[in-house]
């Protein structure tokens, strides 16, 4: 099961993903070899541009949530008791809060 689910992102998210974490990491070394922080870069012209756009695109990302979403609507059909349900409903609002506090302490830290 394990290689199939490997197979699948290597074939689907994997170039993706790539991309983003080679261009976080270049990034990071020029920050690193210039000696400056990460707000004073955003500050000089161009280079806080580039840094918006690869935010913007790590932001597109969270459309695979969407797809979670429908996992999700297609699993709640298989439960068929009330207990289940509910159960299975109060979760969903637990990490849907635990996630959306998550964002408030990401946006907070920066």
Known sequence: RW?????????SWFAFDGTLAVVDWVILLQLSKSGTDMFGLVQ?????K???LMR???MIRFMRLLKVVSVLAEF???????VAQTVF??????????GLNHG????WYF
């Open 76 to 82: 709640s059909d298989f439960l068929h008791t009330e």
């Open 104 to 107: 408030i302490a990401c946006a």
């Open 56 to 58: 913007f695109i790590r």
């Open 89 to 98: 409903g109060v979760t969903k609002l637990l990490v849907a809060i635990a």
């Open 3 to 11: 290689s199939k689910v490997a197979k699948r992102y290597l074939k």
């Open 50 to 52: 580039v840094i918006r």
């Open 44 to 48: 000089m012209g161009s280079y806080g």
